[in-house]
């Protein structure tokens, strides 16, 4: 009798094991689908809210915005109209426009952005790229615009820029030692392009020296002199050209240059 119940006891053991092994995780999981479907669920993540965003180098994006200005006759200066070359086989892969939106939550706005450029004014005077008579801006002189530089091709690499120049309704006031106009990284306030009034005659002005500490304030590293036996690169004969790595085997020709008869001092990307 006791062997009788031993044997029962294994028998109903191991049908309780098979019968558990067969529908044990088929209940189970319908015991979790019931408290899933049907019901919203909110998960926390280490990401959350963090789009991806892709960032270019300094000279990426000094590349960018030199291709875009090439696009388009867009004159930085009374002396400069003719200046860009149209004739780049890249010109049609980008393009420069005027920015209708508002500045993003990272970008400069239209009210910090003559403060921010009398700062980097400042930066440029201690590197002696600018003589310190250079006067200040304001909003009452000046127009800001921002435009961004775009790869037609590749819309992800783009620059946002503020252009800021002398108003149009400052033709008749006084320019002596005054910015003319200038383009303002939106990110970061640094100072790509600029033509500015001054005392300063071409002998005294060093554009090795205003190009070296240029592409350090802009984080470029080193250039190269730019060979070209052509005189007619400009429409003054006071310039020298320099050259900065671009994008993939693309290059950035930067020019410090100067009009004698007005004596404006220029550095343009092109």
């Known amino acids: 009798m006791k062997n009788t119940m031993r044997y029962l006891a294994v028998f109903l ?10 529908w044990g995780p088929e209940a189970m999981a ?3 689908d019931k408290g899933i479907l049907d019901r919203p669920h909110v ?3 280490g990401e959350a809210g963090e789009g991806y965003r892709y960032r270019m180098n300094a000279n990426e994006k000094l590349y960018i915005l030199s291709q875009s200005l090439g696009s388009q006759v867009l004159p930085g200066s009374e002396q400069n109209a003719l200046t860009y070359d149209s004739g780049s086989p890249e010109i049609g892969s980008y393009a420069f426009v005027q920015n209708y939106k508002e500045p993003s939550g990272d970008e400069i706005t239209d ?3 003559y ?3 009398n700062d980097e004014l400042a930066v440029l005077k201690q590197l002696n790229i600018l003589p310190e008579e250079v006067r200040e801006v304001n909003a009452a002189s000046y ?10 091709l590749e819309p992800r690499n783009n620059v946002a820029v503020w252009k800021l120049e002398l108003s149009n309704s400052q033709k008749n006031a006084d320019k002596e030692n005054r910015l003319i106009d200038a383009y303002i990284d939106a ?3 640094r100072i790509y392009e600029f033509y500015v009034r001054t005392s300063l005659l071409w002998e005294e002005i060093d554009t090795d020296i205003i190009i070296k500490e240029w592409g350090n304030y802009m984080g470029l590293g080193a250039p190269a002199i730019y060979e070209s036996d052509n005189p007619l690169l400009e429409t003054t004969p006071y310039f020298k050209k320099y050259v900065f790595s671009g994008m993939g085997d693309g290059k950035t020709v930067v020019t410090v ?11 343009k990307i092109s």
């Open 13 to 22: 053991t191991v049908a309780i094991v098979i019968a558990v092994s067969i």
């Open 30 to 32: 319908r015991y979790k």
């Open 43 to 45: 998960e926390q993540t």
């Open 111 to 113: 009210e910090q952005i």
């Open 115 to 117: 403060a921010t450029c």
């Open 143 to 152: 127009d800001a615009t921002l435009c961004s530089a775009i790869d037609v």
């Open 187 to 189: 990110d970061d306030g």
């Open 257 to 267: 240059g100067y009009y004698e008869g007005i004596q404006e001092l220029f550095l």
